[in-house]
């Protein structure tokens, strides 16, 4: 199975900006929603977003609501998290990953395809 490359991690000053992106294979992808979750050591992955099959409906965890945006391109088999207002407490590694599940889901379980990750560092 072709997996899910993300990108544009790296280093940014809290208040600053990043946006991930994730390639996706594309004789699938229009079937399943997307999200993204995040990993720092020691602790278990958490939810941070997920997006729907045909973009209707959007989750957000608490922490990052109102400051990341989850979206995708249907055309290019692209996902993508917009994260404004960085803060410390952001940093981790962020993972890409798809569902069947095509409204979309909050939930780890409910996500079968996963990234390798791309490190966030938010610098005080």
């Known amino acids: 199975q072709v997996p899910l490359v993300e990108s544009g991690g790296g280093l940014v000053q809290a208040g600053g900006s990043l946006r991930l992106s994730c390639a996706a294979p594309?004789?699938?992808?229009?079937?399943?929603?997307m999200g993204w979750f995040r990993q720092t050591p020691g602790k278990a992955r958490e939810f941070v977003a997920s997006?729907?099959?045909?973009?209707?409906?959007?989750y957000d965890a608490d922490s990052v609501k109102g400051r990341f945006t989850i979206s995708r391109d249907d055309g290019n088999y692209m996902v993508y998290l917009q994260m404004n207002n960085l803060k410390p407490e952001d940093t981790a590694v962020y993972y890409c990953?798809?569902?069947?599940?095509?409204?979309?889901?909050?939930?780890?379980?409910?996500?079968?395809?996963w990234g390798q990750g791309t490190q966030v560092t938010v610098s005080l």
């Open positions: 990953a798809s569902s069947k599940v095509i409204s979309g889901s909050w939930s780890e379980n409910d996500f079968d395809s």
């Open positions: 594309g004789d699938t992808f229009s079937a399943r929603s």
């Open positions: 997006i729907s099959w045909n973009s209707d409906r959007t």
